[in-house]
């Protein structure tokens, strides 16, 4: 359930106004908490217009966060997937060749089977 900061309404996900519009406040607004009435993970609140945006600047002191949020460089995400994992380009190629037919006729070997861990006959 999404419910108005400003006003009485309140949306279902589908019934909510376009998202030029909405403004996603989260689920625990301090003016709330303060009358009594903490977060709930079933409820979020949103501005559902910018009229309703609007009164809550001028009536309730919201203020934008205005926080200038930036993606890292890069992350290190390889304990994830171990040390055998591909690489991107390996793995490009890979599908590449999975698309053509031509993908495990031999040419490549799965590079989590070493000969070290094959049984002996």
Known sequence: M???QSCPLAYCPDCLPSSEEVRYLGTDIPRFTKLGFPGN????????????EHV???????????LDMKCPSSLEVG???GKDAMELKDL???????????????????PRKSPVNTPVE
């Open 79 to 81: 304990y994830a997937f």
């Open 92 to 110: 490009a190629q890979m599908f590449k060749e999975k698309a053509a037919g031509i993908w495990g006729k031999g040419s490549r070997k799965s």
């Open 2 to 4: 999404y419910r108005c």
């Open 56 to 66: 809550a600047a001028t009536e309730f002191g919201f203020k934008e966060d205005k």
């Open 41 to 52: 993970a079933i409820y979020h609140y949103i501005h559902c217009s910018k009229q309703c």
